[in-house]
């Protein structure tokens, strides 16, 4: 549906007609989310390439990248649910206390209703699909909202999902502008919202759900660190790091932000990062096949900003009609300069020498909890000591990105990065209401409970309740 052209009454129609076809109930069984799921992988297995392509449109996107980040996660996710789901589904059976006998307990996963998905350009199609698995599998409608700053790849989803879905199971909104978002939340009571995409924004998102009460998951962002302390593999430190940084041209939510790197083995990291920046890219990465663009020119304008915040060691090539910024280095790098104050979401990397931990949780803290944190140290009170102190969503000791690609492992941010957890079983979770329902026998009747109490009632009461 393009909202554009539509009427508020049409949106709200078609939004009531999502509601119509889950109180039909011909979602909720797991033949009809095993059945959706199955298409869902083939439609997009048919259409891998129109995908592949579409992002290379969008943002030069390498084929490589575009598939690792976001198709072949997909059928990995699809995979996992679909190999679970029987499960997942399956009523939780948890211990009865004795203050409840005689009766039995159980928790049944049912699903919410319709949800709403509202997805980024940078992993355009990952981030449509992956929480839209998890709603599906558990059994609800859902109403997607591809972003419009991907244009080319928003048509190919929404192709992929008018060949699975009717309208009224899963609704494709396409549509830009301000507006979109709260023609669509205030007249309608969604029963869980997923955005992912920028602080900003999700403070909007979370005041026009209050007035609904409706619950929202928030996958936000913010400045990851990596921290290098002395016993550090640094070859190997800078390898991963580069990598982190510069995939998908550093528009990665959990992308290494900047680096904090000891004083002792600052110079053999420069010079690593050095290499390893020309062995991916060459010597000059603008002609390189494998280096994605900025998508679009807001973006590269804010993070072309970015390389006056320090001295360039490496990089600071850029050329606007392409959205090109070089793999950058950034040097000498005030804390107080705005590339130390917003996430940068580009390909420039600050580095930042520390010589005593409490310097590097200083340095976090003026930017509390971020998505990520990278720790890259063979000292294991140092791994411990970094990863207690600070509050952050997930990471990895001694890699980058890693945890996104686990789907046994929980996803999602704290604090300023994010509310809500999702990933393979926390998304079917995330989309469903877990109703407990305890069982009562009809055969026996203790009695305790009822009127007239009396001294021996409250002996047996403190009893079954010590």
């Known amino acids: 549906m393009q909202f554009e052209s539509s009427t508020a009454d049409q949106v709200i129609a078609r939004l009531h007609a999502c509601r119509d076809h889950f109180a039909r109930g011909t979602t909720r069984s797991y033949k009809a989310r095993q059945s959706a799921l199955k298409a869902?992988?083939?439609?997009?297995?048919?259409h891998e390439e129109a995908l592949l392509t579409a992002m290379y449109t969008d943002m030069r996107k390498p084929r490589f990248e575009a598939y690792l980040g976001d198709v072949g996660l997909v059928?990995?996710?699809?995979?996992?649910t679909l190999a679970q789901l029987k499960g997942?589904?399956?009523?939780?059976?948890?211990s009865t206390p004795l203050s409840l006998q005689v009766a039995s307990s159980e928790v049944r996963s049912e699903p919410l209703g319709v949800v709403l998905i509202i997805a980024p350009w940078n992993y355009p199609a990952l981030l449509v699909f992956s929480p839209l698995i998890g709603a599906i599998a558990a059994g609800n409608c859902a109403v997607v909202k591809p972003s419009n700053e991907a244009p080319a790849t928003a048509a190919v989803i929404e192709t992929i999902l008018a060949e699975v879905f009717a309208p009224d199971h899963v609704l494709v909104v396409q549509g830009a502008g301000r507006d979109v978002g709260p023609k669509l939340i205030e007249p309608f009571r969604f029963d869980h919202i997923f955005f992912t995409g920028s602080p900003r924004v999700g403070r909007l998102i979370m005041a026009l759900a209050a007035p609904h009460l409706t619950p929202v998951t928030l996958e936000l962002g913010g400045k990851?660190?990596?921290?290098?302390?002395r016993t550090a593999d640094v070859e190997r430190a800078a390898q991963r790091i580069v990598w982190s940084r510069y995939f998908n041209a550093g528009q990665t939510c959990i992308a290494t932000d900047h680096v904090l790197v000891h004083a002792?083995?600052?110079e053999p990291f420069l010079q690593a990062v050095a290499k390893y920046i020309e062995r991916f890219y060459g010597t000059d990465p603008k002609a390189s096949p494998h280096f994605a663009r900025l998508v679009n020119d807001k973006r590269f304008e804010a993070v072309r900003a970015f390389l006056n915040d320090g001295q360039i060691l490496i990089g600071g090539e850029n050329d606007a009609s392409e959205r090109y910024i070089a793999?950058?280095?950034?040097?000498d790098v005030p804390l107080d300069a705005p590339v130390m104050q917003e996430e940068i979401f580009g390909p420039v990397l600050p580095v930042i020498p520390w010589t005593t931990r409490e310097e590097v949780l200083e340095i976090v803290a003026r930017n509390s909890h971020p998505l990520a944190t990278y720790v890259f140290s063979n000292d294991r009170k140092a791994q411990r000591f970094f990863?207690?102190?600070?509050?952050?969503?997930g990471g990895c000791i001694n890699?980058?990105?890693l945890q996104f690609g686990n789907p046994e492992m929980t996803f999602g941010g704290v604090g300023n990065s994010g509310m809500g957890r999702y990933h393979g079983k926390a998304t079917f979770d995330l989309f469903s209401h877990h109703k407990g329902i305890v069982h009562a026998s009809t055969l026996i009747e203790p009695g305790v409970q009822y009127p007239p109490y009396s001294s021996w009632k409250e002996r047996i009461l403190r009893f079954v309740l010590r």
């Open 40 to 46: 869902l992988r083939s439609a997009i297995k048919k």
């Open 75 to 80: 059928y990995s996710e699809i995979d996992h």
């Open 88 to 94: 997942w589904m399956r009523p939780e059976r948890p």
């Open 224 to 229: 990851s660190p990596a921290i290098v302390d």
């Open 264 to 266: 002792e083995v600052m």
């Open 327 to 331: 793999p950058t280095v950034l040097t």
């Open 387 to 393: 990863t207690a102190q600070i509050a952050f969503g």
């Open 399 to 401: 890699h980058c990105l």
